[in-house]
């Protein structure tokens, strides 16, 4: 019999991991928990919402996946959930069956990663990762815990994404660069040097967003923190 999974948040990537082991098997969803109180009691694709996350404790048996998109607020979801008793056995991990996982790669729990994900070597995707379909990550590449990295994606080596970072669809990022812990990078964007934490960029070469070019040289909070940076900076622009 397939294991029984409730997927926390009746989100749209709930609905692409509810497809997904349909199709494939291996977990039976048996419902969704979220705290929306007008969803409780109905169904979402034919599953029913159970009640809100609370109601975790009605459910001893079953694995858990949290899917809520933004990587803080999983965080956030996860707490809670270790506060009710929920440890980290309880969670599932959801690769599609067509994603190889090399030797020398890891995948930690409550990770989902969709269809088309390319892993080539030494690549470490942590706790509650959600990778979208068609993402590239090459050699040596660490996702670290809650970060998002949408549809297309792809990282140069060595690349490093931050704690609860988000990655838009088909941004690229040069290798041995870091996208800092909660940072945003929009889509279609090029990062060519480290991004720091927290902040949003977008663009070709990316950049701080409201940040008029020329960034490099009118920042006056710290960063560029390296003239090093400046430099680089600067020739992405003139690229
Ligand atoms: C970067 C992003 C987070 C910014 O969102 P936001 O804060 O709401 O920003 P706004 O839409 O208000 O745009 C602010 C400015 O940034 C520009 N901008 C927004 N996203 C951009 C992008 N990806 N690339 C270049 N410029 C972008 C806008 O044109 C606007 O410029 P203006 O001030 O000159 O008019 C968002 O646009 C983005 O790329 N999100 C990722 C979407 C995604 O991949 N979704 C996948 C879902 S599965």
Known sequence: MATQLILVAASGLAREVLALVRAHGGYDVVGFL??????????????????????????????????????????????????????????????HPAVDVPDGCEVGVGSILLAGVAMTAAVTVGSHVVVMPNATLTHDCVLQDFSTVCAGVALGGSVVVGRAAYLGMNASVRENVRVGEGATLGMGAALLVDQP???????????????????????????????????????????
């Open 34 to 95: 979220d705290d929306d109180v007008a969803r409780h009691g109905t169904t979402l694709d034919g599953v029913p919402v159970l009640g809100g996350i609370d109601a975790v404790t009605e459910h001893p048996d079953a694995e858990l996946l949290v899917c809520v998109g933004k990587g803080a607020s999983r965080e956030q979801v996860v707490e809670r959930l270790d506060g009710l008793g929920v440890f980290p056995i309880r969670y599932a991990t959801v690769v």
């Open 197 to 239: 934490d927290g902040e949003t960029w977008a663009g070709v070469p990316a950049r701080a967003l409201g940040v008029p070019t020329g960034i490099a040289r009118h920042r006056n909070d710290g960063w560029p923190a390296t003239a090093e940076h400046t430099e680089r900076i600067d020739e992405g622009a003139r690229a």
